[in-house]
């Protein structure tokens, strides 16, 4: 008789003890948990910011905020109002004014913030955007931006071009998140239809000095691509935003109000941009954990992609005996149900279909949140087991993009509520 103790104490997965389950699952779990607060706010900036004598150091880099008539902080993403309270509590009086737009409330001093949506925009986007523009848009070179870019940007940060009602924005990213879409595809259509997207937002700052803190959640920590690239001047042509359109189908009347972002080098000579989290902090914890409790652990890819409904027995076979495979990257989803799931419960459904009894398998978004209250799912035959009981069909569930209501039901789903950090996806199988 095995007897599994599981002492868990403050845990960021909220059902930690409910999933610990095996031994097993205790490691994954355990890994999990590693990878989770390693990427936490508080831990990056500690490492990576200090404010001394009025000289604010970043990395290796320091500015002189004494140089400057005005310093502001705008935060974009998921996570940035955490990440920007921090900078307000460092910065104190030095700090001017600031502009935060975030799905997370915080309790600020001097930032204005927006509770805004994503994946989707909305006027209250909008409405943020607009005001930004309006105070920050007359700033001349004495004066400093700090902008906290995140995961979410692309959504959060709306300022339409000419001739593209809020109500079109939608629906094409509502065809996007639908359509099976990398990324980088997305946001290449996104730029050619947004003013503050590929660069615009540094045009709209100029000649104002900016120092951009890049928080990625993209494979690859492409600056081009994160957020839609707000400071970071784009390298794509409508034409490559016309061949994303033929590609997926997307609404044609969009296709003659594309427009090129600004390609001028003087918009970009005053910004300054520093990589401060991405996914292979995560994978790192998760390796060191992993060797911490007697497993060997091997980095997949840190830019992984692939379609969810087929990664799941990819990884599986890749993964060697008594051995963790960690993966971090964003995989893709064609939506034909109209169920509630994300990408990674998706990738774990899918994985019971291939499970062998020396396996559990984990998908997770890191910032909490997979489209759904879950951040993702773990999976083995117990989950399989638990389905088979409950006369749960996996293909009815997958075909119908039903995935929360099956991990609910078989009690799997990974619960941390929405968390002040966004790296990626990532994933663990465990073949033991």
Not at 253 to 261: G, Q, T
Request: aromatic share 6%; glycine share 8%; charged share 25%.
């Amino acid at each position: 008789m095995i007897v599994l103790l599981c002492i868990v104490v403050m845990t960021l997965i909220k059902n930690f003890e409910q999933l610990c389950k095996t031994p097993q699952r205790k490691i994954v779990l355990d890994i999990i948990e590693e990878c989770l607060t390693s990427i936490q706010p508080e831990k990056i900036l500690a490492q990576n910011l200090k404010f001394t004598d009025g000289i604010l150091r970043i990395m290796d880099n320091n500015f002189n905020l004494g140089e400057f008539e005005k310093v502001f902080l705008l935060g974009i993403g998921k996570g940035s109002a955490r990440i920007s309270k921090i900078i307000e509590n460092l910065l104190g009086d030095k700090l001017t004014d600031g502009f935060v737009i975030d799905g997370v409330q915080e309790n600020f001093t001097k930032i204005k913030e927006t509770i805004g949506t994503h994946p989707l925009p909305s006027q209250a986007n909008l409405d943020f955007t607009q005001n930004v523009l309006q105070n920050l848009g007359g700033l001349s070179e004495k004066d400093l931006v700090i902008i906290v870019v995140c995961g979410g940007g692309s959504a959060m940060l709306v300022s339409p071009q000419e001739g593209i009602t809020l109500e079109q924005k939608i629906e094409v990213n509502k065809q996007l998140l639908k359509s099976g879409a990398t990324i980088e595809e997305m946001n290449v259509l996104r730029k050619h239809l947004s003013k503050v997207k590929g660069g615009g937002l540094a045009k709209e700052l100029y000649p104002a000095h900016i120092v951009g803190l890049i928080f990625s959640d993209v494979p690859g920590n492409d600056l081009y691509v994160i957020a839609s690239g707000p400071i970071t001047k784009d390298r794509s042509t409508i034409a490559d935003a016309k061949s994303i359109i033929d590609k997926y189908g997307i609404d044609t009347n969009i296709v003659d109000k594309l427009v090129e972002p600004p390609k001028e080098d003087k918009y970009f000579e005053n910004v300054t941009t520093f990589l401060m989290l991405s996914n292979q902090t995560a994978l790192k914890a998760m390796t060191n954990k992993a060797k911490e409790l007697g497993v060997n652990a091997r980095i997949l890819s840190d830019k992984f992609q692939g379609d969810a409904r087929e990664v799941g027995q990819q990884l599986i076979t890749e993964t060697q005996k008594a051995e963790i495979l960690l993966i971090g990257g964003e995989t893709t989803l064609r939506v034909s149900g109209n169920g509630i799931g994300g990408r990674n419960l998706e990738v774990v459904l899918n994985s019971l279909r291939y499970l062998k009894g020396d396996v559990t398998i984990a998908s997770f978004d890191s910032d909490g949140w997979d489209n759904c209250s879950a951040a993702g799912a773990i999976g083995d035959l117990q989950t399989a087991a638990a389905a088979k009981t409950q006369n749960l069909d996996i293909r009815q569930y997958l075909k119908d993009n039903n995935t929360l209501e099956f991990f609910e039901k078989t009690g799997d789903t990974i619960l941390t509520g929405r968390l002040p950090s966004n790296v990626s996806d990532l994933i663990v199988v465990y073949k033991y």
